[in-house]
């Protein structure tokens, strides 16, 4: 079935088509007119109308733009991780695309943010009304985005992404298999969604705007498993030949320990590839 109705294919701009925005575009490419801003056009996936840009520069927008956008789709990451790093991507960045979209009428404007923007540590189960205190500037900062997203005057929906992993970001894999990682029964609960279902999540809700079907503000899009991390490493030690824990290796998290609830996101009739942990890493143990 056709994401839209109309005769003529949705126009996207995904603004940041790296790594992830790259995964999303190939997704929409095949059914949308699609847009990809980044600042080395030359890195926009093959099939994606490269657009050459800097957010954080507004003169670099003018005329650069495509006009009768129906989706806007923010991924931006940091040019540096420092707090000033973070506020030009995800808050300058968005306030000077907002404004050089200079008035047009989007369906929906998609912010993929993170659920660094919550600090509990208490293995408390969390959704999408529990309360936002970042522990850090990078958190404080992805969430004064969300706020911009959500002032902008266009319809907003916030993605907050738990752990993203898969064959193109293996650091914590090569880690446990390496012995660099050796977490302390019992570990705090992680999350994390592989980057395939990443993808379609915004896939997903993107055919829903196009669909005319109503969407929420916000979803947390993270697997259907939070899982201790030692849980895990243990797991993956059983799967395949792993070195001694060093005397250095790291002995847990960097996310606090929470539980994320993607109850709002399964009710919206996405369908996870892999809903778990086990099913994430298997194929990528089994292609090593």
Same mark, same amino acid.
């Given at each position: 079935?056709?994401? =839209?109705?109309? =005769?003529?294919?949705?126009?996207?701009?995904?603004?940041?088509?790296?790594?992830?925005?790259?995964?999303?575009?190939?997704?929409?490419?095949?059914?949308?007119?699609?847009?990809?801003?980044?600042?080395?056009?030359?890195?926009?996936?093959?099939?994606?109308?490269?657009?050459?840009?800097?957010?954080?520069?507004?003169?670099?927008?003018?005329?650069?733009?495509?006009?009768?956008?129906?989706?806007?789709? +923010?991924?931006?990451?940091?040019?540096?991780?420092?707090?000033?790093?973070?506020?030009?991507?995800?808050?300058?960045?968005l306030a000077n695309l907002i404004k050089a979209l200079?008035?047009?009428?989007?369906?929906?404007?998609? +912010?993929?943010?993170?659920?660094?923007? +919550?600090?509990?540590?208490?293995?408390?189960?969390?959704?999408?009304?529990?309360? =936002?205190?970042?522990?850090?500037?990078?958190?404080?900062?992805?969430?004064?985005?969300?706020?911009?997203?959500?002032?902008?005057?266009?319809?907003?929906?916030?993605?907050?992404?738990?752990?993203?992993?898969?064959?193109?970001?293996?650091?914590?894999?090569?880690?446990?298999?390496?012995?660099?990682?050796?977490?302390?029964?019992?570990?705090?609960?992680?999350?994390?969604?592989?980057?395939?279902?990443a993808a379609t999540v915004v896939q997903h809700l993107?055919?829903?705007?196009?669909?005319?079907?109503?969407?929420?503000?916000?979803?947390?899009?993270?697997?259907?498993?939070?899982?201790?991390?030692?849980?895990?490493?243990?797991?993956?030690?059983?799967?395949?030949?792993?070195?001694?824990?060093?005397?250095?290796?790291?002995?847990?998290?960097?996310?606090?320990?929470?539980?994320?609830?993607?109850?709002?996101?399964?009710?919206?009739?996405?369908?996870?590839?892999?809903?778990?942990?086990?099913?994430?890493?298997?194929?990528?143990?089994?292609?090593?």
């Amino acid at each position: 079935m056709a994401i =839209t109705d109309t =005769t003529q294919p949705p126009r996207i701009l995904v603004a940041g088509c790296g790594k992830l925005g790259g995964a999303i575009a190939r997704l929409l490419a095949g059914s949308a007119e699609v847009f990809g801003l980044r600042r080395n056009p030359d890195r926009v996936p093959e099939g994606i109308r490269a657009i050459g840009a800097d957010l954080t520069r507004p003169d670099t927008l003018e005329k650069t733009l495509p006009d009768d956008l129906d989706i806007v789709i +923010y991924c931006l990451t940091p040019s540096s991780y420092d707090e000033q790093g973070y506020r030009n991507a995800y808050v300058h960045g968005l306030a000077n695309l907002i404004k050089a979209l200079n008035g047009q009428s989007l369906k929906q404007l998609i +912010y993929i943010s993170s659920t660094s923007v +919550y600090s509990q540590d208490d293995d408390s189960w969390l959704d999408e009304n529990s309360p =936002t205190l970042p522990a850090r500037f990078s958190g404080e900062q992805i969430l004064a985005g969300e706020q911009t997203a959500l002032n902008s005057g266009h319809s907003a929906t916030i993605i907050r992404f738990s752990g993203i992993y898969g064959p193109s970001r293996q650091r914590f894999l090569e880690e446990v298999i390496e012995g660099r990682m050796n977490p302390q029964a019992p570990a705090p609960f992680s999350n994390r969604i592989h980057e395939d279902d990443a993808a379609t999540v915004v896939q997903h809700l993107v055919n829903r705007s196009l669909s005319n079907q109503s969407l929420e503000e916000l979803y947390i899009a993270s697997d259907c498993e939070p899982v201790r991390l030692d849980d895990v490493v243990e797991w993956i030690r059983q799967q395949t030949p792993c070195a001694p824990p060093a005397d250095d290796a790291r002995k847990g998290g960097r996310a606090g320990s929470k539980r994320l609830s993607n109850r709002r996101l399964l009710d919206s009739g996405f369908h996870f590839r892999y809903p778990d942990f086990r099913a994430g890493y298997r194929p990528m143990i089994d292609e090593k």
